[in-house]
């Protein structure tokens, strides 16, 4: 009997289980990425925000602490020449990215967070045009004024009035900030002691996040320990710190090393898409016809503008 060629029947079934890897695994950090969003809406104040950020980054920071000593002993890290960006990554990309963000949840949707978030990409193109480092093409000039245009729509509800009249509107406001700070952070993380590897680098800004939040949340903790020191407060530290933070962070360092950064950057998409079913199932909040409208606007824009 004829012996069948080793490689015939053996790639297309690894083919297929990569493939069947990656779409899990993109789904799994997206899904871990939009339960902060859940969270923040549906805690609603409930929990202190800063102590609710500081003890999520504080998690984090712990958890991954063994990739930074790791690092910091190999001289991956020399921290002399590091501190001040890594005080500044922690600033924009967790001090920002926390307490504000749970404040605005208050007001605000699930489904606005994530799709304002969803604008980064054409936040960190701007910026890196401004700066010189990136050339901005027409089709990218397209796709920044769709998903400009999108976010707009969402924010403002299609009323532009709304702006300056609505409480949401300034959750959204609070989300925008923040989103700027993530895209500050994007452009800054990679340029910090890039010898390390991504986990150790997250350990070192999660613990200059926590750092930042550590002055708002004394304060509450002081004036409504109550609020900061209970059981309900101690899960959503927990969850915070666990499901949204180390979950997500390696699951997207093991997505970039296992299948590149572009290919990674598809949680992107992803992302919003998980958010709003998350909202609809968790907190009953369904998508309306202006968040499919202006989603599809942003995503769009967002893919044109990835586009060379």
């Known amino acids: 009997m004829d012996a069948e060629p080793p490689n015939a029947q053996v790639s297309r079934p690894a083919k297929g289980w990569e493939d069947a890897v990656a779409l899990t695994g993109f789904i799994l950090v997206a899904v871990g990425q939009a339960s902060n969003q859940v969270l923040a809406r549906g805690l609603a104040g409930s929990v202190p925000p800063f102590s609710l950020a500081f003890f999520r980054w504080s998690i984090i920071a712990i958890g991954l602490a063994p990739f930074a000593?790791?690092?910091?002993?190999?001289?991956?890290?020399?921290?002399?020449?590091?501190?001040?960006p890594i005080l500044a990554a922690g600033f924009l990309g967790m001090f920002l990215c926390g307490g504000p963000v749970y404040i605005a949840g208050i007001t605000t949707t699930a489904i606005h967070i994530a799709l304002i978030f969803a604008l980064s990409p054409i936040m960190v193109l701007l910026i890196s045009a401004a700066l010189g480092i990136e050339h901005i093409g027409p089709l990218q000039w397209l796709g920044t004024a769709l998903a400009l245009g999108g976010a707009l729509l969402i924010v403002s509800g299609g009323h532009l009035e709304t702006l300056t009249q609505s409480s949401a509107a300034w959750g959204d406001l609070l989300v925008v900030c923040a989103m700027l700070g993530w895209s500050g952070y994007t452009l800054l993380q990679s340029r910090v002691a890039p010898r390390a590897s991504l986990l150790a680098r997250v350990s070192l800004f999660s613990a200059a996040g926590a750092l930042c939040s550590l002055p708002p949340a004394l304060h509450e903790m002081w004036a409504t320990p109550a609020e900061v020191f209970n059981t309900r407060a101690f899960e959503a530290y927990v969850f915070a710190g666990l499901?949204?933070?180390?979950?997500?962070?390696?699951?997207?360092?093991?997505?970039?090393?296992?299948?590149?950064s572009v290919r990674s950057s598809l949680v992107l998409y992803v992302a919003p898409i998980a958010s709003a079913l998350l909202s609809w199932i968790i907190l009953g909040e369904p998508p309306k016809l202006i968040h499919l409208v202006g989603g599809l606007l942003i995503l769009g824009g967002v893919w044109a503008s990835l586009r060379k």
């Not at 000593?69 to 001040?84: E, F, H, S, T, V």
């Open 69 to 84: 000593i790791a690092a910091i002993r190999d001289g991956k890290i020399p921290l002399a020449q590091n501190l001040w």
């Open 243 to 260: 499901v949204p933070g180390l979950i997500a962070y390696a699951g997207f360092a093991w997505l970039g090393a296992r299948f590149g």
